[in-house]
């Protein structure tokens, strides 16, 4: 079956635009989470989607947004971008919401971010 | 919070030696701990997991984790390397998040990585 994907794989911002990504998640997997790497802080959680609502955020400004659509496939939104926000963007699916956390996520290859 | 640590940035290792990435975790209650590899411009992929029983994991491509409770610690093992193998490794644990914890979902709280490098 078709894995994690998430478009686009490459995309350079300039400081102060917003950007917006895409993430489908595995067929039948409807809880969606968002992680940001970065070589200094390393994997950070952005939020987690389940249903179509937003179950939990980590540490971020309100910049930083996301929602789930009916289908499961998610999106994140980040408006006035920062140099700071230069990423790779991680979209993980489980099966079964998270609370079950038995066979762990599974995640796409992301999305490259580069704010100039 | 739950937090696991990786104590080595890099570890390096000749090619058909074993090699060893070391995790230890703080938990409170039972700890499910996992283990991820990736590869250059790459995703994470799952290698292994604990939740309860045999304290010796067996995972994907020849890999396998040590768990044990009294040092806290979930060492990734492998008895011969490959140079395939060379990757970003990384724990994580499961971390309850969320106001009720009925309702709440739990995430995975990732350790900061370690590079292995297997040399030919």
């Known amino acids: 079956k078709a894995g994690v994907t998430q478009t686009p794989r490459y995309l350079i911002k300039t400081r102060g635009q917003q950007v917006t990504l895409s993430c489908s998640p595995i067929s039948g997997h409807r809880s969606v989470s968002w992680y940001q790497q970065t070589p200094g802080q390393g994997l950070q959680f952005l939020f987690e989607?389940?249903?179509?609502?937003?179950?939990n955020k980590g540490n971020f400004p309100g910049r930083f947004s996301g929602r789930q659509f009916s289908n499961s496939r998610s999106e994140m939104n980040v408006s006035t971008l920062e140099l700071g926000d230069s990423a790779l963007y991680l979209c993980?699916?489980?099966?079964?919401?998270?609370?079950?956390?038995?066979?762990?996520?599974?995640f796409g290859s992301g999305t490259r971010l580069t704010v100039v | 919070a739950q937090s696991v640590a990786q104590p080595e940035d890099q570890v390096n290792v000749a090619e058909g030696n074993p090699l060893t990435v070391k995790c230890t975790y703080s938990v409170s209650g039972n700890p499910y701990l996992f283990w991820y590899v990736q590869y250059p411009n790459r995703g994470l992929q799952f290698l292994l997991k604990?939740?309860?029983?045999?304290?010796l994991v067996k995972g994907s491509y020849g890999f396998e984790a040590e768990f044990n409770k009294s040092q806290t610690s979930f060492h990734l093992k492998k008895p011969s390397a490959l140079v395939s193998d060379s990757a970003l490794y990384f724990c994580?644990?499961?971390?309850?998040?969320?106001?009720?914890?009925?309702?709440?979902?739990?995430?995975?709280?990732f350790g900061k990585g370690t590079k292995l490098s297997v040399i030919p």
């Open positions: 604990y939740i309860t029983g045999d304290n």
């Open positions: 993980a699916s489980s099966p079964k919401g998270a609370s079950t956390m038995v066979s762990g996520y599974t």
């Open positions: 989607y389940f249903s179509e609502t937003q179950r």
């Open positions: 994580a644990v499961r971390d309850l998040r969320g106001v009720d914890s009925a309702a709440g979902s739990y995430q995975l709280t």
